[in-house]
T-cell receptor
């Protein structure tokens, strides 16, 4: 069985604060991929990043960074210096033989 | 332009009236799937297809049917819709056998069953 848990349902911050979204996953497979997607208020799903199970390097892309720790089965996502445009629902996803999503975290960034 | 196209984007229907939501992709992807999104539950997989004529149930298949007669199309059929199928639906596609490729999603279909 596989499972993705995003424990934070909603996070509200003031602009320029950092925000970290937690993602914990479960899988029996040794080869798998992890993803983050963003869903802005307009509703579409926007791919942000993927990471395979053999690559634990952290990654930074602009104000976004990801921390993958296989030992704790976590793939956390940090937005640095948040902006109002970051307001969205963020989904963590796990793919082995199928793609499964967490429940999502709603991030609200207030001006 | 590579894309997944769903139609319609919005649909209001009555209980019991059969409907079909179409999904088409132009990327020659083998793998296609349907998800429904409900508040607090994230995206839950309804059905998926590994290739033409190969379909399988996801996590919440009850009340839905699919078919995969052509590689590019993967329609979602609700034979007798009920109010609990009111939801936001997404179709997705990706290459099969390469798990490191992200899924490409359609723009979503917001279905209301009254």
């Amino acid at each position: 069985a596989q499972k993705v848990t995003q424990a934070q349902t909603e996070i509200s911050v003031v602009e320029k604060e950092d925000v970290t979204l937690d993602c914990v996953y479960e899988t029996r497979d040794t080869t798998y991929y992890l993803f983050w997607y963003k869903q802005p208020p307009s509703g579409e799903l926007v791919f942000l990043i993927r990471r395979n199970s053999f690559d634990e390097q952290n990654e930074i892309s602009g104000r976004y960074s990801w921390n993958f720790q296989k030992s704790t089965s976590s793939f956390n996502f940090t937005i640095t210096a948040s902006q109002v445009v970051d307001s969205a629902v963020y989904f963590c996803a796990l793919r082995d033989y199928k793609l499964s999503f967490g429940a999502g975290t709603t991030v609200t960034v207030r001006a | 332009e590579a894309q997944v196209t769903q139609n319609p984007r919005y649909l209001i229907t009555v209980t019991g009236k059969k409907l079909t939501v179409t999904c088409s992709q132009n990327m020659n992807h083998e793998y296609m799937s349907w998800y429904r999104q409900d508040p607090g539950l994230g995206l839950r997989q309804i059905y998926y297809s590994m290739n033409v004529e190969v379909t399988d149930k996801g996590d919440v298949p009850e009340g839905y049917k699919v078919s995969r007669k052509e590689k590019r199309n993967f329609p979602l059929i609700l034979e007798s819709p009920s109010p609990n199928q009111t939801s936001l639906y997404f179709c997705a596609s990706s290459p099969q056998g390469t798990m490191n490729t992200e899924a490409f999603f359609g723009q979503g279909t917001r279905l209301t069953v009254v």
